[in-house]
């Protein structure tokens, strides 16, 4: 539904954009993620023709942006960061404006109840915007990108200004959408991507740095780090896990209970020493009383890939 080709962007001398490259499917949320300065509201700004690129191409459902413009964004629903809301329009009045504006043929008034209450603004529709809360100002940005059901929905920062509660209406909505939409998500709230999207792209300093699979891209970084409870004196255990072949560094880094420390063990990329550990451990007397794998967050993997690094916006 979403391709992007090789994109560059550059300003003068300076790149935004260096051959950035991805799509993605029918039906798939895709997380959108870089620290500030990444290039990824540039990114953003190209796909949905606000900016044009210094050179490579991007398709919505096979029609390229640049070349057929109104076509293209005929498809796209898109929401950013700041709302392009009038605040001495009703709610009701500017989903009317957006309509016609967009030149729409659905039924105008059962279409605008249907979007509303999908977003949950059906029971302020002659409220002045201007008089809403931020957090309904967000849901009144929403609905105008839902307007038309267009087939790729495009979201920055959707759940800015929501409570907990909203953010978890929100973050449902965005998974129904998924089902019979194409969905981009930027946020800098990654606990939020990681509740939302099925997959995860990262830029930095105008580069794809990943793309993978939500599950697997946590579950790939923490395969070389076990995470075990022992029973036994520190320096013993310490020094029997160093003798394993296979394990690289290992440190105590909890006490759990009396007599057991916790033990963080990292090891050789692709060594699997868990059957040894526990035969060490079981000849030793020093029983373990838990083992697994380090358990990473995405925003973890987020600094580990962006760490250090800089990058022009």
């Known amino acids: 539904m979403i391709e992007v080709k090789n994109l560059v962007k550059s300003y003068g001398r300076q790149t935004a954009l260096d051959n950035v490259s991805f799509s993605v499917k029918d039906g798939e949320i895709l997380g959108f993620l870089g620290p500030n300065g990444a290039g990824k509201s540039t990114t953003m700004n190209i796909i949905t023709g606000y900016i044009s690129a210094t050179d490579g191409t991007v398709l919505i459902d096979g029609i390229n942006i640049l070349e057929e413009p109104h076509k293209a964004k005929s498809r796209i629903g898109y929401l950013p960061e700041i709302p392009p809301l009038y605040g001495d329009m009703t709610v009701y009045g500017y989903l009317c404006f957006m309509f016609d504006l967009k030149r729409l ?4 008034d059962e279409h605008i109840e249907e979007v509303s209450k999908l977003v949950g603004i059906d029971k302020v529709g002659n409220r002045i915007i201007k008089h809403l809360s931020k957090g309904y100002r967000q849901r009144v940005g929403f609905a105008q990108a839902l307007l038309g059901d267009p087939p790729v929905i495009i979201l920055d920062e959707p759940t800015v200004g929501l409570d907990p509660n909203q953010i978890i209406e929100m973050r449902n909505l965005i998974r129904r959408l998924g089902k019979k939409h194409t969905v981009i998500l930027s946020s800098h709230v990654l606990s939020e991507v990681q509740a939302t999207c099925d997959r995860i792209v990262v830029i930095n300093n105008g580069k794809i740095v990943a793309d993978d699979m939500k599950d697997s891209m946590t579950s ?4 070389d780090k076990l995470i075990a409870v022992i029973e036994g004196r520190e320096q013993a255990v310490l020094s029997a896990i160093k003798k394993i072949s296979g ?8 006490e759990p209970e009396r007599g057991c420390g916790e033990y963080t063990i990292e090891c050789r990329e692709g060594a699997d020493i868990r059957r040894t550990l526990f035969k060490t451990m079981a000849t030793l007397s020093m029983p373990i009383l838990m083992l697994h794998r380090e358990e990473l967050s995405l925003e973890d993997v987020f600094i580990d890939l962006t760490q250090g690094n800089g990058g022009n916006k």
């Open 105 to 108: 043929t659905l039924p105008r």
């Open 220 to 223: 790939k970084a923490a395969d």
């Open 247 to 254: 394990v690289v560094k290992v440190k105590k880094t909890g």
